[in-house]
Every structure is written in C-alpha cells, then in structure tokens.
C-alpha cells in the first residue's frame, strides 16, 4: 500500500488527504516529525518537508503540488464531473492560482506563525525550537488572517466554488488551510458568513470527515470544530 508521510497540523498535508478521498486513493498515514530530521526521512525527501506519498513502486512524490497533479494524471482523467483540475487550460491556471494561494502565501502569512507558535512549539523540545508562543508572531497571524478571510469571502460569494462551477483542488487546498485555523478557533465566521457557508458544504463532503475526526495531543479543538452544522 502507498504511505503517505504527514502531519495532522499541516496544511498541506491535510489538503493531500481530502484529494485521496475525493479520488478514492488508499494510502497508509504515517505522522512526521519533520524538526527531529530523521536521516530515514531525509533520504526519502532532502529538503524535509510535508507530505510525501511513496507508491507502491517505491516513487517518493514530494510536496502537495507534485501529488496533487500525479494524483490529476493518474487518477482524476477517469473522474469526469468530479475530476479536481478543470479541462479547460485558464480553469486550470486558476486552480493552480488558487492552490498557490492557500497553499504558499496563506500558509507564509497565517498558517506557520500561528500553528508553529501555537501547536508546533508545544511539541518540540527546546533544542529544536520549542518552547513558549512569540507574541509578535501571533499577532502577526491574526492580523493577517482577516485579509485572507474578506478575499476568501469575495471568492466564495460571486462563484459557485472557489475556482468556478465545479469542485476543485481550489477549495481543497483553501478548506484544508482553513480548517487548522478553526481546530484553533482564530476564525471569525460571523464576520465571514459568505466564507461559512462555503466551509461548510467542503467539510460536509465525505473526504473531509477524517480531517474532522483529527485530534493534535494535548490541544483539543473548539466545540463546533467537527459540527457540520455551526
């Protein structure tokens, strides 16, 4: 069976897992610890970072833009209606524009300050970075967040879905980003109630449920975290 190396406060390791449910893909999970830098780990992915999906063929796919599109050319050309990346190559372009987005500068602005701060120093020892929450950090995050939120909002109000009239790695990429951010409770969804009930009809899909059942050690998530209907 494939393995998918992840962690269940990454971004873009959540995204890679709601795209294997969309597709059916099976992959057997295994939690990485990148700062512990294990030489094994290393060897599979130099630059140590998450995911990273092993075939069965014993391929080292790494990074959720690599999987994504080898899951696209794999899988998704048999998916018709559901398939993740649009046929058209300007649908395409905004998938991949979007996918960027929450992937890469959501994940700069918002994401690593606020998780890395909040869940990830609690993890690591002190040698390796951890330790307690930079209070610049966090207001940094925060601050930031509340952008990322209004465009988020104008997206999903004036389209079907993020990157047009269908289902795509767009509001996968931009669902799995947000959902970290809820398990935390640094959303404001009564300021963003075009942006909820976009949330809600991606974390109401089946693919998205063990992203819901997800629970990080020691940091349980806010009490509407699994509720579908908040």
């Not at 559901?82 to 524009?97: G, H, K, M, N, T």
């Amino acid at each position: 069976m494939p393995i998918l190396y992840h962690h269940k406060a990454s971004t873009a390791s959540r995204f890679i897992r709601v795209c294997f449910g969309e597709v059916d893909f099976e992959a057997e999970l295994v939690e990485e610890n990148v700062w512990e830098k294990r030489p094994e780990f290393l060897k599979i992915n130099p630059a140590g970072t998450l995911p990273v999906c092993m075939t069965d063929n014993n391929h080292a796919l790494c990074g959720p833009h690599i999987i994504a599109e080898w899951l696209d050319e794999s899988f998704g050309v048999f998916k018709r209606d559901r398939r993740l990346l649009a046929e058209d190559p300007f649908r395409r372009a905004e998938i991949r524009r979007l996918m960027e987005w929450f992937l890469i500068k959501f994940e700069h602005d918002v994401a690593r300050p606020l998780v890395r701060e909040r869940v990830l120093k609690l993890m690591m020892p002190a040698d390796k970075g951890g330790g307690a929450p930079d209070p610049k950090m966090l207001r940094a995050g925060r601050a930031n967040i509340r952008q990322h939120m209004k465009y988020l909002s104008w997206l999903a109000g004036s389209r079907a879905w993020l990157a047009g009239d269908r289902l795509s790695y767009a509001d996968l990429a931009a669902a799995a980003a947000i959902s970290m951010m809820d398990y935390l409770g640094e959303i404001d969804w009564n300021a963003n109630p075009q942006a909820k009930d976009w949330y809600q009809r991606v974390k109401s899909r089946p693919s998205f449920r063990p992203i819901l059942a997800d629970r990080i050690r020691n940091l349980a998530p806010v009490s509407h975290y699994a509720d579908l209907d908040f």
